[in-house]
């Protein structure tokens, strides 16, 4: 039988920060796993790419256990999984008390759990060849305290703790972890007014997913850790 081609996973794939990683790892010849719940979206990301070939879209709701061991499980089907990038996320920008019972449980289902059972779902595979990228888009709000980001933040540093403890853990198996902590960026996770007064001090997704990139392909005996992106006029 012939031997599985490797692919990047990328979650939050149909919109901003991910839309514009899958561009970035497709156009290199990586082959992207694309996951996000949004169908219509993730087509028409592939569609408009120019690297449909090496995009393959596996719908997926991250909030969702079963969706994520069934995704993982058809991904691995037809390839190997040597990459993760846990993007998907979202946030609220409410005070404390005025976030909703559900709306904790989203983001803390999302943003943390989610990322969590997405990198159970695959870590075992990476472990067994010995290989394998983790990335997790973070935020700058994992350190630094925003108000109306309580929730956000804490999934956020919750995050960025399970993952410095895994890394710990799996340091023998040649797998690396890396924590990726953005500032603002201009994509649709920021809500009408803020996204207007503010864009232009906002940096590009598609810089973002650049440098990510560059770091993806980092080789050899230095690797990155963890990285915080800011605009050039730092913090709105
Ligand atoms: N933009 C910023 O300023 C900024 C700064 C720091 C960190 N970040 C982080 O960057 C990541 C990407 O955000 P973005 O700014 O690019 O926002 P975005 O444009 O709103 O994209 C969010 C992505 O997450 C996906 N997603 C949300 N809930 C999901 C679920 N239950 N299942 C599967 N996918 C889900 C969305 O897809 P569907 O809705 O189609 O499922 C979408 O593709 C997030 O983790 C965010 O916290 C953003």
């Known amino acids: 039988m012939p031997e599985k081609e490797k692919i990047v996973w990328i979650t939050g794939a149909s919109s901003g920060i991910g839309k514009s990683l899958v561009y970035s790892f497709a156009s290199r010849g990586f082959n992207v796993a694309a996951s996000a719940r949004r169908i219509e979206l993730l087509e028409r990301m ?13 719908p997926m709701d991250v909030s969702n256990l079963e969706s994520i061991i069934k995704t993982s499980k058809e991904i691995s089907k037809s390839f190997v999984i040597s990459g993760l990038i846990n993007n998907a996320g979202l946030t609220s920008f409410k005070n404390a008390t005025e976030n909703s019972y559900k709306e904790i449980d989203d983001i803390i289902d999302t943003n943390l759990k989610g990322a969590i059972y997405t990198i159970q779902s695959t870590i075992n595979g990476m472990i067994k060849r010995k290989e394998g990228k983790i990335f997790n888009i973070l935020s700058v709000a994992a350190k630094k305290i925003f108000i109306n980001s309580s929730v956000y933040s804490a999934s956020k540093a919750g995050l960025l703790a399970y993952s410095n403890v895994l890394r710990e853990e799996l340091r023998s198996n040649g797998i690396s972890i890396t924590n990726v902590l953005p500032g603002a960026t201009k994509t649709p996770i920021w809500q009408g007014e803020a996204l207007s007064k503010f864009s232009s001090r906002m940096m590009s997704p598609d810089d973002l997913a650049e440098v990510i990139f560059s770091l993806y392909k980092v080789k050899g005996s230095a690797i990155p850790e963890e990285i915080t992106f800011r605009p050039i006029k730092g913090d709105l």
Request: proline fraction near 0%; charged fraction near 15%.
């Open 46 to 58: 592939k569609n408009d790419s120019g690297f449909a070939g090496s995009i393959h879209l596996f």
